[in-house]
């Protein structure tokens, strides 16, 4: 029932900027959590962003701090991630996720996973 789906993902220049999209169904979208998680080939899942319920509350990994900026628009039921100055090192497949309890950055604490949007960025 519940569904993440994720769009806007592409291919971008080093240096340029891509917005990817996460437009949620099936659940109570302002009561949770939304987080960026990513997946590099060859690595594991890597925490990118994430924001509360009311967007009061946010936190970036180091390695995108300054760059990309999370937002969410409750009405919308969407979750946005804002990439800006892309790296090479930034390519990875990017998830959405929900999390139902505090503002985690780690995996296991999300409830619901989106299937992802590839983010190819070239030299």
């Known amino acids: 029932q519940v569904q993440l789906v994720e769009s806007g993902g592409g291919l971008v220049q080093a240096g340029g900027s891509l917005r990817v999209s996460c437009a949620a169904s099936g659940l109570t979208f302002s009561s949770y959590t939304m987080g960026w998680f990513r997946q590099a080939p060859g690595k594991e899942h890597e925490f990118v962003a994430t924001m509360s319920w009311g967007g009061g509350r946010t936190y970036y990994a180091d390695s995108v701090k300054g760059r990309f900026t999370i937002s969410r628009d409750n009405a919308k039921n969407t979750v946005y991630l804002q990439m800006n100055s892309l790296r090479v090192e930034d390519t990875a497949v990017y998830y959405c996720?929900?999390?139902?309890?505090?503002?985690?950055?780690?995996?296991?604490?999300?409830?619901?996973w989106g299937q992802g949007t590839q983010v190819t960025v070239s030299s």
């Open positions: 996720a929900a999390a139902a309890r505090g503002v985690p950055v780690m995996v296991p604490e999300y409830e619901y």
